[in-house]
């Protein structure tokens, strides 16, 4: 019995161990996807995504009602690599990381700027897998707005 209870704690520590590492990894990938927005980096930015990922935008329209729009990895990609004169910035609060083996969800609040001004706001949802090893992004979706930012 003391046996069982002495491995028991020990796999628990161990698997939290890996836990806490895998958290960082994806942590790690969202923080480089925006560090390569901030610096114009399509390269670095494409690093953190699979080929196939798909996104989606939701955001009111002028008429109200709500609204999804698909993106393409290579517009966003382009957008990023366009030489731009004010930094595009977008901060991070509120992060939620959740994983179980190779799937990962990351909800996290987020204000973007143009140079210093507040552009919009929103929720950032991402959907990583690891592959190989590497986690990567798979599925984007993110809500605009342009008040309650704060």
Do not use: P
């Given at each position: 019995m003391r046996k069982s209870l002495v491995l028991s704690v020990l796999l628990f520590i161990v698997s939290f161990g890996y836990a806490q590492e895998d958290s960082a990894q994806v942590h790690q990938v969202?923080?480089?996807?925006?560090?390569?927005?901030?610096?114009?980096?399509?390269?670095?930015?494409?690093?953190?995504?699979?080929?196939?990922?798909k996104m989606y935008s939701s955001f009111k329209g002028k008429d109200g009602s709500q609204k999804l729009h698909a993106g393409s990895l290579v517009e966003f990609l382009t957008a990023i690599g366009t030489p731009h004169d004010k930094v595009w910035n977008e901060g991070?609060?509120?992060?939620?990381?959740?994983?179980?083996?190779?799937?990962?969800?990351?909800?996290?609040?987020?204000?973007?700027?143009?140079?210093d001004e507040?552009?919009?706001?929103?929720?950032?949802?991402?959907?990583?897998?690891?592959?190989?090893?590497?986690?990567?992004?798979?599925?984007?979706?993110?809500?605009?707005?342009?008040?309650?930012c704060e």
């Open positions: 969202i923080i480089s996807l925006f560090d390569g927005m901030r610096e114009s980096d399509s390269a670095k930015v494409h690093a953190s995504f699979r080929d196939d990922v991070l609060s509120n992060t939620i990381i959740q994983i179980d083996g190779g799937i990962a969800q990351v909800w996290t609040d987020y204000t973007f700027h143009i140079g507040l552009s919009h706001c929103g929720v950032d949802a991402f959907q990583l897998v690891k592959l190989d090893g590497a986690w990567k992004i798979i599925h984007l979706l993110d809500t605009r707005r342009r008040t309650g």
